[in-house]
Structures are given as C-alpha cells and as structure tokens.
C-alpha cells in the first residue's frame, strides 16, 4: 500500500477536539497527514511527520475534512428556472411546484437520471463534498420512488426514501390513501434501497398523524427517520421528530422554546438548509439560539430544482456567518462534523488515524476564508477515500 504525506498545511481542521488546539475544529497549525490507501495512517505537526512512499507540500494552505451534505434531492429531471425568476418577482413560494418536477421525473428515462445526479454529484465533489445523502420524492408512486432510489444508491449509501414528499395531484381527494400507499406497498418497493425513511410535516403536505403513520411503517420495515420541519410556518414536525427519536429535523425555521427543548433533550440534530432561505427570500432560522440552547446544529444544501438549487456547502457556510450568526468555526463544524451527527456517522466529516481520508485542500491560509470570500472558487483539491479526485 503506498503511503502519501501532505505536510506544510497551514491550517489542519480535524474537528476531533482532542486534537492540536483543543477547539471542537481541533486546528493543528503547521500541520501534516499520512494518507495511506484509503485512511488517515497519520496526523500532526509536519515537524514530527514520519516519511512517505511520496511527498506533497501543501505550501501552508488550509485543509478541512470534506464536508457531509445530509440533505439533498437530486434524483430528478427538469428545472424550475422560470418559477425561480417570478418567486423573485414577488410570487410566493409554496409546495405545489413540486407537482412540476414529478411529472418530469416520471417521464425521464433511468439513464438520464442516473446522468442527472451523476452530474451534480460530480459538481458537489468539486466543492468539497465527499458524503451525500440523496432522497426520493419526485416519483410518488410504487415504481419511481423505488427507482429514484436505486438510482441514488448508486452513488451514496446514505438514501432517503421520501414517497410522502407531496401527495400527488391523483389522490388530491384522498391524502389518507395517499399515505397507506406511503406506508403499504410503495414502502415495500422501497426499503431494499433505502437506509433513511423521510416525510414533509409541513401545512400543504402532511400533518403530524399522517407523518407519524409514514415515520412509523419505515421504522418497522428497518428504515431510521428523518424529518423535513418547521419550515415554511410553526407545526407539529419537530415534535414528531423527536418523538420518534429521529436523527434529524430538517429546515427548523420556526420553532418555538418547546421545540428547541426538545431537540436538545431528544438529541436530534437540527439540520439548517439557509440556500433554501436565500434562493426563497425568507427568514433565515435562528441558529444561534438552538446553538446557545445546545442542540447540535448541521448545515446542508437541500439541493432540489425548486426551493433551492445549490449544491455549494461553501455558499452554505458564508450564509450561516452572514445571515445566522454562527461563526466561521460552528459553521465549518456543522457543514463536516454536524453532518456526520446528523446521517449518525462518525466515521466521516472529520480526519482522524484510521479514519477516511476524505479531506479538501483550500486556496486559502485559513478555513476562514470559506465565509470571508464567498462566490470565489476556493476549493484547490479534493481527496475521496485516500484518491486525489479534484485538482
Ligand atoms: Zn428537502
């Protein structure tokens, strides 16, 4: 197994705390890693690096791990460009365009699917990305839900089967069979290609019983859940979510003190999605209260073609600093180590020996400047299980 040694970094974020400067980033200033097949072998000052079958000076760049996007929807077809130009007219943003997307889904063939998030995952990893969770909910129906799954298995292990995403306009008069197809035979098509079971508790989508039916079924069928909550107006989401002991509640734009209590003491991480608040013109969520009030907070894209069609988590950090308050180190901890919480990884969004070598050079002498300097291409390298992918 051949060993390569990145030394001379100027910044190493690990964002293990027992590592270099104690902080929960764990920066080792002047710092060094041993990549040796697919792992970390080794990390810590170049100084005391050991030797390498080959040598790369990182010319006192910053390096992070790769971040851990665990939110996205990229199985679909189409695009929304036109309901984006007019919601930025004044329309505002409501479910129904989802209805959009879903029908050029269904008509899509698998292998433009498959191109389709090929392509965006391809785009993410050149943004640092090296872990994606991807969802269904642009079939709704037994067929293509299991398909937008098998689809994205090919490229995450971290799928998400999302069939109560909207109820589709053919049961509009009949939601709760909607949600027995849900939890019935669209449920079985699906979990042989699914690790996470996910709903839309939201005004316009599913209320609290049909989410706790949905969450229900695909956590006796095996799945672990996830829910998108909170976020268009206050509701019941968040308390499903930690109710059931979910990993996550996604969105939390508003929330009320029960809510973030709860969160706290459930231990479910709150996943922010501020691309989605930014390309929607909303209000963005109040993270310095769920940080101050302890709860783990992640940061992911929602890349999805109506909400929000980013797949930046560089665009993800700034807007966190910006717009919510965090700081540049609780926004980097969240979009790597706050993802891995809230996909229950601990094996990814941090460097560690033995760990994954999945990590991200920086055009930058500081994981700062991800917030300082945004829109910029910043990302000068990427590693994915110990190969150099980008760069
Ligand atoms: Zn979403």
Redesign the pocket.
Known sequence: MTSTLLRGIGELVTCSSEMGDGSALGVVHGGALVIEGERVAWLGETAHAPAADAVLDMGACAVIPGFVDS?S?LVFAGERSAEFAARMAGTPYSTGGIQTTVSATRAATDEQLVAQVSRHVQEMLRQGTTTVEI?SGYGLTALHESRALSVAGQFTSETTYLGAHVVPPEYADDPDGYVDLVTGPMLDACRPHARWVDVFCERGAFDADQARAVLQAGMSAGLSPRV?ANQLGPGPGVQVACELGAASA?HCTYLSDEDVAGLRDAGVVATL?PGVEFSTRSPYPDARRLIDSGVTVALAT?C?PGSGYSSSMPLCVALAVREMHLTAAEALWSATAGGAAALRRSDVGRLAVGGWADLVALDAPSYVHLAYRPGVPIVASVWRRGRPVIG
């Open positions: 939110h929807h969802k998108h996604d999605l929602d999805n």
